[in-house]
């Protein structure tokens, strides 16, 4: 029998505990600002409980900036581009996976090359086509942008999960008389999920985040997503409004966090679990 020494069991709750409390502070530290006066946070005193609840930050953050129109504005184009992307991925992904030959290669080849060229590089002449096409300062353009730029990394990504998964499953099925078809949608789908859900979560969190690109190719107010919307609460002289600029960070947060509750339980290494029966 392995017994484990208590002390080794201790140190590893305690070094957890303690990577928690370092992804979560920021988090903390963040609502914290978004509660305190104006006078309170240039006083430049550290202190997480404010001695001051200011809730007017949010009523401010809400009303007065139009975060709501904005935070409609990153749901819809990151949902898109989230299913977009996926759909794309899915039998892409598949094709690198499981086929061999130059096509496989060149598919590699281009994943690999798109990841070198930062943003930056690409934005001047990613500008002009789109201005060419009429697609500038459009939710089109810009959903179009960023299915181009996560697309391959997600497709990457989730060609990994199709490598995982037996080659036998499919023969299996193949020998039962199952098409390709058949194949892909009642084994290699179902053990794809966990990949698909990752996939997707990436996604959705790259194009909510994303500000550089929205910066340049979008212009409208009516159609700033929140990252634009928040950099306004920087004056023109260069005095932020920190209360209800932390008050609109924490709200622009919270659907990060409910769509990773959500989707989280999916993300299991285990799928393959049971897959193949005696």
Known sequence: MITRNPLARAGQYVALAAYLVFLGFPLLWLLSTSLKSSG????LAVNLIPEQFAWGNYPQALDRQNLIRSAGNSLLVSVVTMVVTTLVSMPAAYALARFRGKLRAAGTAWILVSQVFPAILLIIPLF??????????TMFGLILVYVTFTLPFTLW?????VAAIPRDLEEAGSMDGAT???VLRLIVFPLLVPGLVATAMFTFVA?????FLALVL???PELYTLPLTLRTFIGLEGQTQLG???AGAVLATIPSLVIFGLL???LTSGSLAGAVKG
Not at 40 to 43: A, D, G, R, V
Not at 128 to 137: A, E, F, K, P, Y
Not at 157 to 161: D, E, I, K, S, V
Not at 207 to 211: S, V
């Open 40 to 43: 309170e946070i240039n006083s």
């Open 128 to 137: 002009i086509v789109l201005r060419t096409l009429q697609l500038n300062d």
């Open 157 to 161: 990504m989730l060609q990994g999960y």
């Open 180 to 182: 390709r078809f058949t």
């Open 207 to 211: 194009a909510w985040n994303e500000f």
């Open 218 to 220: 979008i212009q409208s």
């Open 244 to 246: 209800p600029l932390a």
């Open 264 to 266: 989280q339980r999916r």
